[in-house]
C-alpha cells in the first residue's frame, strides 16, 4: 500500500552507494538495492534509514537490505542487513535522493501560450512558465526558475535565478525573491500590513508602500503569508526555512538561516537575529528584538526581548528550565497541591500546642 | 436581511415532512411550510429546528411555523407551533435539506474550452471541469466528479469518484484522493513536508518524495495544508472531516473518522488512531500516537502518547477533570491563594505561642 | 538597502505639508522633502514620523529632514530637524502617503480579454477585471471596483462599489460584499461551515445552504477564511478589520469596526458586538457572546460570554488584571514557591515549640 520511489538506485549495490556518500560497509557489500523506503514500509531489496532513535524497534524488525546509519547497529548485523555507515544520515540521506529520486514537477521550459507577460517584463534564459501565469510590467524573472500554473506576479517585482514556484502564489508588486528560493502553493508575498489609525472611530487604512525581500536559498511553506512593510522592506534573511501556514506581519526582519513551524505567527516590526528557532504555532509579539539562536518551543508566546541563546516556553514564555519546573508544581496544584496537606498537619500540631500551653498555663501555680 | 433558502419545501405539510423523515407531529400536521431558516430568523409559514439547549429562549419565542426536534416541547405546543418529532433533528435536517436545499454549484458537466488538460489525462464519465483547471499528465479524475475553476492537478495524481473540488485547490503530483472528497477552496495536497539536515550550519533540504493519500468520504476546509512525506504516505483516514486553515504536515497517519478543528496542527510522523477529536488550534506534537476516540480541547498541547479514550486539554495538556481542578487552583493563585492567608494566619499564631512559651519559662521557677 | 517611496513629496517643504495636515511647522518650514521613510531608514531630505514610544532612540538619531509628531520633540530642535506637529500622526502620516504614495496596482479599466463572465453577471461602470477571473451567472460588481487575476466569484454573488479584490481570492455563490471593501490575496468568502451530524458511527454532513455578508469598508487579510451559515447568515460588520490566516466560523456576527489579528479564530454562532478587538493566535468558542469593546490578548481563548469593556488574557482568559497578577504567582510557583520556605521555617518553628513544651511539661513539678 505504501508509496515507494520506484525510480530509486535500481541494480546500485550497498558498496556503490557507500562510495557516494564517502561512508562505509559494514556487511555485504554487494547487496543490490532496487529503491528507497521508510523502515516500517521496505521490502526486500530496498534501502531505508535510520536517524531518530524513536524508531529503534523498527529498526530491529525492518525487511530493508541495507539501513543508511550514523554508526554501527549490532541488531542489523546480526539479521544479516547490510548497513551504510555516514557521519550524517540524514544529509546523506538528502544527497542520494537527490541524485537519484524523480525530481520534482516542474513546468516545461518556455512560457506556456496562455501565461500572460506584461510588455517590459524581463523573462531570463531556461525559464519555465507554466498556463495562466500572469506577470505584471517591469517584472524580472532570473534564469532557470520555474513558475508553475496560476501564479500571480505584480508589476516592478524581482524572482532570481533556479527558483521553484508552486501554483496559485502571489508575488506583489515589486516585492524582491533571490535565487534557488522555492514557495510552495498558495503563498502570498507582499499582501499589505495590518495598520490603521483611529480617526473618530473608525479604523483609518495606513497605506501599506513598503515592500517583500525575500534573499537567497529561503523556502516558504504552502499557504503561509508575509505582508509587506508600511515603509521601507519587511525581510527573510538567507537561507531561513518557513513552514506551511505562517505569518509574518508587515516590517518584521527575519535573520538568516532560522526555521520557522508552522502555524507560527510574528507580529510586526520585531526583528530575529540568525539561526532563531521557532516551534509550531508559536507567537511572537510586534515591535521585540529575538537574539541569535534563541528557541521558542510549540505554542509558546514570546512578548520581551531576548537574548541570544535562550530557550523559552510557554505563553508568556520563561526559560525552558523553569517552564519545566512550573509543570511538575502546577500539577501538583491540580491534584490540591502537597502545600495543602503540609499545612492542614500544621495547623492540627499548632492547634495540639495552644490546647497544651492552655493546660500547662491554667494548672501552674504561678 | 437574513438570507432564507427559498426553493426550500415549499407547500409541503408538516405532516409530509415527518413522513419524508420516519418523525411524527405534534400540532397540525397540514401546516403548509414554504423554507427553512434557523429560529430567530424564521417568519410564519417557514420550517426551523431546535438541538442545542442554549438556544432554549429562541425555542420559546420563534416565529417559525413548524420546528424539527428531538423530543416534545410544551412551550411550542401551548403557542400552537407544530412540532416534527425525529430522533436525531441534526440528521433530520441535514437529510431534509439534501433533498429540497439549492445544490452546491457545480461546473455544467464536460471539459471547459480553457482548462488545460495533459494528454494521457484519463478523465471519467460526467466529470465536470471549470475554467482554467490544469491537470498533469497521467493524472485521473473518476466518474461524477466536479472540478471547479482555478484547480491545478500534477502529473500521475488520482482523483475518485463523485468527488467536489473548489476553486483554487492544488492537488501535487503523485497524490491520490479518493471518491466522495470534498477540497474547499484553497486546499494544498502534497506540498513538500518540512524535512532539512543541519550540514555546516546551513538546512540542507531533505527531498519529499512521497505523496498524501486522501481516503474515501473526506472533506477538507478551506486553505487547509496536507504535506506529503518524505517516504512514503501521508494519509487522511475515511470518513475523516477536517476544517479550515489546519496542517497537516508530512508523514502523518489520520485515522478514520476522525473531526479536526480549524487551526489545529499536527506535526510530522504522528499517528492518530480512529475517531479522534482535535479541536480549534490545537495542536500534535510529532512522532507520537493519539489513541482512539481521544478528544483534545481548543489551543491544547499534546506531545506524549496517549491512550484510547483520553479527554486532554491545556498546554502542556493534561486529563480534562485534573485541568478543571488546575483551572480552580490557578484562579486561586492569582488572586494570591487562599493558602498565603492561612499561613499568614499559622505565622501569626506560632508567634504568640513562642511568646507565651518565652514568658512561661521565664516565670518558671525551675 | 531599504526601500523607499520615490514618488513621495518632492520638492513638498515642510510647511506645506503641515498645511495639507493642518499641522504647524517647529523648525524650517522651508527644508524640503523628497520622499517618505521610518525613522532608522530615513535619509537626509526625508519625511520621517514617529508615534511608537518604543522608538525614541532612533527619534534622537534619525538622519531624516523632518519628522511628524503628535508633540514637540527638544530633541530633534537640537538637532536641527524640522518637526511637523498633529494631532494624530497616524492618521495623518496615512492622509499624506494615500496623496503622495503610488497607488495600489489595479488591472486596467474594463474587462480582460481571457475573464470567463457567465451571461447575465452584472458588471458596473469602470469596473477593472484582470486575466482569467471567473464570474458566475447573476453575479454583480459594482462600479468602480477592481479585480485583479484569478479571482472567482460564484453565481449570484454581489461585490458593492470601488472594492479591491487582489488574486486567488474566492467568494462563493449568493455571497455578498459591500462597499469600499479589500480582500487580499488567497481570501474564501463562503466555504461551507463545519457541521456534521453523527449517524452510525459517521459523521454525516449538514449541507451549508446560508451565505456570507461582509459589509461596507472591511478589509480581509491573505489566506483568511469565511464560512457560510448552515442557515442565514455569517456576517462581517461595517469597517471591521480582519488580518491574515483568520478563521470565521458559520453562523458568526462580528459587529463594526472590530479589529481581528492574525491566525485569531471564532467558533461557530459566536457574536461580536461593536469595536471589539482579538489578538493574534487568539480563539473565541462557538456560541457565546462578547460585548463591545471587549479586548482579548494574543493567544488567549474565551469561552463564555464576556460584558462590555473586557479586558481578558489566558487560555482559559481571564481578567487581564488578573491573569497580570497569575503571571507574578506562577513564576514564584516555578521557582519553587515563597511559600516552601515559609512553609519549612514555620514547620521548624513549630517541633522547636514542641521539644520546648515536652521539656517543660517533663520538667514541671506537677
Chains 1, 2, 3 share one sequence.
Not at 231 to 241: N, S, V
Request: charged share 15%; aromatic share 2%; net charge neutral.
Amino acid at each position: 500500500m505504501s508509496q515507494r520511489v520506484t525510480s530509486g538506485p535500481a541494480g546500485v549495490s550497498a558498496g556503490q552507494v557507500a562510495g557516494l556518500l564517502g561512508g562505509k560497509v559494514i556487511g555485504d557489500a554487494a547487496t543490490l538495492l532496487s529503491g528507497f523506503s521508510a523502515l516500517a514500509d521496505a521490502g526486500p531489496g530496498e534501502l531505508s534509514f535510520f536517524s531518530n532513535p524513536r524508531y529503534e524497534s523498527q529498526l530491529a524488525s525492518t525487511r530493508a537490505a541495507a539501513v543508511l546509519v550514523g554508526a554501527e547497529h549490532p541488531v542489523l548485523t546480526n539479521r544479516g542487513v547490510a548497513q551504510v555507515v555516514v557521519a550524517n544520515p540524514d544529509a546523506a540521506l538528502g544527497a542520494l535522493v537527490q541524485q537519484f529520486a524523480p525530481p520534482a514537477e516542474r513546468p516545461p521550459v518556455g512560457i506556456h501560450p496562455s501565461a500572460v507577460i506584461a510588455d517590459g517584463a524581463l523573462i531570463g534564459e531556461n525559464v519555465a512558465i507554466g498556463p495562466f501565469v500572469v506577470i505584471g510590467s517591469g517584472a524580472k524573472i532570473g534564469a532557470g526558475t520555474a513558475i508553475h500554473a496560476h501564479v500571480v506576479i505584480g508589476s516592478g517585482a524581482t524572482v532570481g535565478r533556479d527558483c521553484l514556484i508552486w501554483p496559485q502564489v502571489t508575488i506583489r508588486e515589486r516585492c524582491t525573491v533571490g535565487s534557488r528560493v522555492i514557495l510552495h502553493p498558495g503563498v502570498v508575498i507582499g499582501s499589505d500590513g495590518f495598520g490603521y489609525a483611529p480617526v473618530d472611530g473608525r479604523h483609518m487604512k495606513i497605506p501599506q508602500v513598503g515592500n517583500v525581500v525575500v534573499e537567497d536559498d529561503v523556502e516558504i511553506g504552502a499557504n503561509t503569508t508575509v505582508d509587506r512593510a508600511r515603509f521601507g522592506t519587511t525581510r527573510i534573511g538567507a537561507g531561513t526555512k518557513i513552514d506551511n501556514l505562517v505569518q509574518i506581519a508587515h516590517n518584521v526582519q527575519v535573520g538568516a538561516h532560522c526555521l520557522i513551524v508552522a502555524q507560527a505567527g510574528i507580529a510586526g516590526s520585531t526583528k530575529l537575529a540568525d539561526r532563531v528557532v521557532l516551534g509550531g504555532q508559536s507567537g511572537l509579539a510586534g515591535h521585540i528584538e529575538i537574539g541569535e539562536g534563541v528557541m521558542v518551543a510549540g505554542q509558546s508566546g514570546v512578548s520581551k526581548n531576548q537574548p541570544a541563546g535562550a530557550i523559552l516556553r510557554g505563553s508568556p514564555a520563561i526559560d525552558h528550565e523553569l517552564a519545566k519546573q512550573l509543570d511538575v508544581n502546577l500539577r501538583r496544584l491540580a491534584r490540591g497541591g502537597g502545600e495543602l496537606r503540609v499545612i492542614r498537619d500544621l495547623t492540627d500540631r499548632i492547634a495540639a500546642l495552644e490546647r497544651r500551653l492552655e493546660s500547662l498555663a491554667t494548672a501552674d501555680p504561678l
